[in-house]
């Protein structure tokens, strides 16, 4: 399965990297899961490239529960909580406040046994 999670604000890279050290940093996901930082291309005239998501790609002993309750802690530790946005395929969830039914539609579309697209915001 592949899941991107992307980052609203001007503290996107910065909020990303910090993400996937919190995410590696828990041995359940990763055993089960491949995190990697994506780049876009920058704007014309500009230096470098721009972090604009961070990938996971899971395989076998994948749980959905263990990622979104590592992912929900994480946020907590954010001194301004930021929105985000998980997609997989077609299908995304955005996280604003991470209130319970945000959280439950996450570990729904985490669950989803293929990757047809399902309404889930």
């Known amino acids: 399965m592949h899941i991107q999670v992307q980052v609203d604000g001007s503290r996107q890279e910065e909020e990303l990297r910090s ?9 359940a ?3 089960s899961a491949t995190l990697s930082l994506h780049e876009k291309s920058g704007e014309p ?15 076998n002993g994948w749980s959905a529960a263990s990622f979104v309750l590592s992912f929900a802690a994480w946020r907590q530790t954010r001194p301004k909580a930021p929105h985000i946005t998980i ?14 039914e945000e959280l ?18």
């Not at 005239?45 to 395989?59: K, Y």
């Open 45 to 59: 005239g500009s230096m470098g490239s721009l972090i604009d998501a961070l990938q996971l790609v899971t395989g």
């Open 87 to 100: 997609r997989r395929g077609d299908v995304e969830v955005n996280i604003t406040e991470a209130t319970e």
């Open 104 to 121: 439950r539609r996450l570990v729904n579309l985490l669950e989803q046994v293929d990757d047809s697209p399902r309404s889930s915001s």
């Open 19 to 27: 993400l996937q050290e919190w995410l590696r940093a828990e041995p």
């Open 29 to 31: 996901i990763r055993r």
